[in-house]
């Protein structure tokens, strides 16, 4: 298997293998999540994640290959990006960014990130945006974005009640 992981735009027939590294990618967060707001009020927000996560993550690659791309390494996906444009704003959002845990930390995700913010670039766009997580699940993101130069943040805050 080659060290080196190549990004290429990514193909419909992607989608359940960057289905899959979603899930596992994001696992960590979710349960960081489950440890901050508790059982009953995790279950009732985010008990079934995995599946809609899952969902979220194949219909957009499978409906909407074009934009998105996949990190391979050896011929294996390991990562993937989606995004979206508005263009009459003139704004390239990032909306999804996984690489499968064995090959984080390698920079992969950073790679990927580089890659939107150059499409974004060469479509016209003027600005970009990615939502993440103030919650330590989320740190290793808010390092690769800040790192990316995403300077500015707002701060923002989610309440829960259990009734």
């Not at 419909?12 to 707001?37: K, N, T, Y």
């Not at 008990?47 to 996949?70: F, H, N, P, T």
């Amino acid at each position: 298997m080659s060290d080196q992981a190549t990004i290429r735009p990514a193909r419909p027939e992607d989608a359940a293998i960057c289905g899959e590294i979603a899930v596992v990618a994001w696992r960590g967060i979710f349960e960081s999540w489950r440890e901050i707001l508790g059982d009953a009020l995790w279950e009732l927000f985010y008990g079934d994640w995995e599946l809609r996560k899952r969902a979220s993550v194949v219909c957009q690659l499978r409906d909407y290959a074009r934009m998105a791309i996949v990190s391979e390494r050896g011929g294996e996906v390991v990562g993937f990006l989606t995004w979206r444009l508005h263009r009459d704003r003139g704004v390239g959002e990032i909306s999804n960014n996984a690489v499968d845990p064995a090959h984080q930390g390698q920079g992969i995700g950073s790679a990927q990130v580089e890659w939107a913010l150059e499409h974004f670039r060469s479509e016209g766009m003027s600005a970009a945006r990615v939502l993440t997580g103030g919650d330590d699940g989320h740190a290793p993101a808010r390092a690769m974005y800040h790192k990316a130069g995403f300077e500015r943040a707002l701060p923002s805050v989610e309440c829960f009640l259990e009734l």
